[in-house]
């Protein structure tokens, strides 16, 4: 059965991803550039398997849950498509803050990965400070 859900609302099931993807090895940060970029579409990306654990939707599906909460935590992204499932492998079930977080082994790569939404905002924000400055130095030089 196919769902749509928020990548913050899919809980990891393991504590640590690799930086890559196996095949083609791809690392999990180029990904999401080419997410971030256009290259790519959520629907480009094969869909999460998600099952219901302890009453929370959980995903052995790692390194893609973790570049579509990137999406999501970018503004990028609001719901993916997901494929529930019956269960999750046991030796997948790994996570010790109860699949609120993960660790990626190694750098992720890519250029979008240590941007943020407050970043993009705080930019913006920053250029309109300076623009504003600037304007009124006009006004005042003009008004001399």
């Not at 990137?70 to 019956?86: M, S």
């Not at 609120?100 to 930019?123: C, L, M, Q």
Request: hydrophobic share 40%.
């Amino acid at each position: 059965m196919s769902l749509m859900l928020r990548p913050s609302d899919i809980y990891y099931s393991q504590s640590s991803i690799s930086n890559h993807f196996s095949s083609p090895f791809v690392q999990i940060g180029e990904t999401l550039d080419d997410l971030c970029e256009g290259r790519l579409s959520v629907y480009d990306i094969d869909s999460i398997t998600v099952t219901k654990y302890n009453g929370r939707w959980i995903t052995w599906d790692n390194r893609r849950l973790w570049v579509f909460r990137q999406l999501e935590r970018l503004d990028k992204c609001r719901k993916i498509p997901v494929v529930q499932t019956t269960s999750v492998p046991y030796f997948r079930l790994t996570s010790k803050c109860d699949g609120h977080d993960i660790k990626v082994r190694g750098e992720p790569g890519g250029r979008w990965y240590n941007r943020s939404s407050f970043a993009v905002v705080k930019t913006i924000l920053t250029g309109l400070g300076i623009g504003a400055l600037l304007l009124a130095a006009v006004i005042k030089f003009l008004d001399m």
